[in-house]
T-cell receptor, first 115, second 112 residues
Framework: DAGITQSPRYKITETGRQVTLMCHQTWSHSYMFWYRQDLGHGLRLIYYSAAADITDKGEVPDGYVVSRSKTENFPLTLESATRSQTSVYFC??????????????FGSGTRLTVV | AQSVTQLDSQVPVFEEAPVELRCNYSSSVSVYLFWYVQYPNQGLQLLLKYLSGSTLVKGINGFEAEFNKSQTSFHLRKPSVHISDTAEYFCAVATGANNLFFGTGTRLTVIP
């Protein structure tokens, strides 16, 4: 099915462990984004990518790593998880940086709990 | 620098009543403005957008928003809400080719 898929939907991990959140899109969108959603903060941009092998930091990149070897995949890795990284993570894709024509397409999110 | 302020974190409203969700932005240049909606346990989806032209824009599900440049506002309105409109609503702003900046969201609760 066309769309954007995030996995896993839920994840519990321990402090200090490495965790990778997966994101796959079938739209062939150039742009992909990772946001975290926290109460009182709304959505904050972690990293984004304009194309394969092109990534850049967003507002809150510390503690996260991304890669984009293929256009359709944009995994987010927490190198050493901390409790402050407990959040809901959303992946999004778009034909442009601002989603001017069709908006951003969002995945259903990954709820990550770090204990 | 650009920023978005959603003045109300929660808005309760009775079914069939009108609602306005407020959004103000700060930017010294021309902006693109968006409203996204997030239903429970789902990702966000585009509700409507203002790029240029008519300042009143209509979106899905009967929502509309008005761009007011002098007041730097982009308030979202619906004349009569339904239970199914219960969701979180996010205002977002972009300038030029830059990424979107989202507000902190307004949770709309429609009361039967």
């Amino acid at each position: 099915d066309a769309g954007i898929t995030q996995s896993p939907r839920y994840k519990i991990t321990e402090t200090g462990r490495q965790v990778t959140l997966m994101c796959h899109q079938t739209w062939s969108h150039s742009y992909m984004f990772w946001y975290r959603q926290d109460l009182g903060h709304g959505l904050r941009l972690i990293y984004y990518s304009a194309a394969a092998d092109i990534t850049d930091k967003g507002e809150v990149p510390d503690g996260y790593v991304v890669s984009r070897s293929k256009t359709e995949n944009f995994p987010l890795t927490l190198e050493s998880a901390t409790r402050s990284q407990t959040s809901v993570y959303f992946c999004a894709s778009s034909e442009s940086a601002t989603g001017t024509y069709y908006g951003y397409t969002f995945g259903s999110g990954t709820r990550l709990t770090v204990v | 620098a650009q920023s978005v302020t959603q003045l109300d974190s929660q808005v309760p409203v009775f079914e069939e009543a009108p609602v306005e969700l407020r959004c103000n932005y700060s930017s010294s240049v021309s902006v693109y403005l968006f409203w996204y909606v997030q239903y429970p346990n789902q990702g966000l989806q585009l509700l409507l957008k203002y790029l240029s032209g008519s300042t009143l824009v209509k979106g899905i599900n009967g929502f509309e928003a008005e761009f007011n440049k002098s007041q730097t506002s982009f308030h979202l309105r619906k004349p009569s809400v339904h239970i199914s409109d219960t969701a979180e609503y996010f205002c977002a702003v972009a300038t030029g080719a830059n990424n979107l900046f989202f507000g902190t969201g307004t949770r709309l609760t429609v009361i039967p």
